[in-house]
């Protein structure tokens, strides 16, 4: 689908979809729970349905209605072959993969699309060779690169070496498996743990559903055979979608949202000190920012940078390149294309303020952050901005379109 947007100013009142970091967690405790657990306030967005149907993959019974789940969680060993639909999700792919292999002897097979075969998952592969299990990835055997990546063997309990330097998914994978084992294990994250926000949401979450897990400074305790317990969850609002309506607010629009926490532990939420940030600067400041720990909110945000009288970098951002798309790229080729002043550097983007973009055609590059960003770059652009790859946000946020539009935006969706 291609998005053809008039320029127009936002206003009205959004209710901001609920957190899909939450959600992912919050669904695949509640499956691991014994007994029934109500997780409410989900949005059906794809990655959220590919972990449903992998939890499903390994015997919990979710019940969907009117964005309620009603679960009855299952944790009991088995031996089967079974397939996971990861679709592109990569925290669905990183989180299950170590549960499957707790709770499977038999052999799982990952499967996928878009770049998700692309991901890094050296640090599993490393992980199952140390442990004597089957770990074959032919995702970049087949033309297109599609995941096609499959393990076999058991998990162990014991001492895991991590490298934080690549993704926070891998540690919150194995939180969410080690406590399954009979012993317990400890998590040692090596160099510098990127996204530190979501491991938060992480122990947050297992704390709710009865996991406990001690950490010290970048040593994580598990205690083994524990059970996770049933209970009910709501899902906040999410930050990283409250993101772009925060920069188009910043860009002149009048958007009230309505569904956040404030006391959210949301890495993203610092979205709201960032362009607070940007408010407050003198034009003649050279800002730096360190987007180390919010990858997700960096695009949308590099948008009000480029509308921002003065000089501003963006640092510490070269983990955008291995996203849905190369973000770090993308960001400043699109933004160019509408007569943004950005520059791409091997880990940072580098802004010279303009006052105004112009109109255009331009690529979502099938990335759902980068179709909405866009979007929001319309509102002060000059002339029409057309979005080829729009149909990208429904991995994330499927009624983005809806919810601009009924702001005042003004779209034609063209198949």
Known sequence: ???????????????????KSLAHRAIICACLARGKSTVSNVALSDDIVATIECMRSLGAKIVVKDGVLEIEGNSAKASADLTYDCKESGSTLRFILPIALALNSGKNTFVGRGKLGERPMTIYRDICKEQGVEYIDK?????????????????KSGEYHVDGGVSSQFITGLLFALSLLDGDSKIIVEGQLQSVGYLHLTLSALKDFGIDVVCD??????KGGRRYQACDYRIEGDYSQEAYYEVANYLGSEVVMQGLNADSLQGDKVI????SRLKSADENEVLTFDGSNCPDV??????????????????????????????????????????????????YLSIDGV???????????????????????S?????????????????????FFDHFVSLGGKVIRRN
């Open 272 to 275: 709201v000190d960032f362009v």
């Open 139 to 155: 995702s970049l055997l087949n033309a297109n690169h599609l995941l096609d990546l499959s393990v076999k063997g058991e998990l």
């Open 1 to 19: 689908m291609d998005a053809i947007i008039t320029p127009t100013k936002l206003k009205g009142t959004v209710a901001i979809p609920p957190s």
């Open 379 to 399: 509102t002060v652009a000059d002339g029409e901005v057309e979005i080829s790859g729009a149909q990208s946000v429904s991995k994330s946020y499927p009624n």
């Open 355 to 377: 006052d105004r973009l112009r109109g255009g055609v331009v690529d979502s590059h099938g990335d759902h952050r980068m179709a909405m960003m866009l979007a929001i770059a």
């Open 217 to 222: 400074g970048s040593v994580f305790y598990i």
């Open 298 to 347: 960096i695009p949308v945000f590099a948008l009000a940078c480029c509308l921002r009288r003065g000089h501003t970098d963006i640092v510490n951002i070269s983990r955008l390149k291995i996203k849905e798309c190369d973000r770090l790229s993308a960001t400043a080729q699109e933004l160019g294309k509408l007569g943004a002043k950005i520059t791409q550097g091997e880990d």
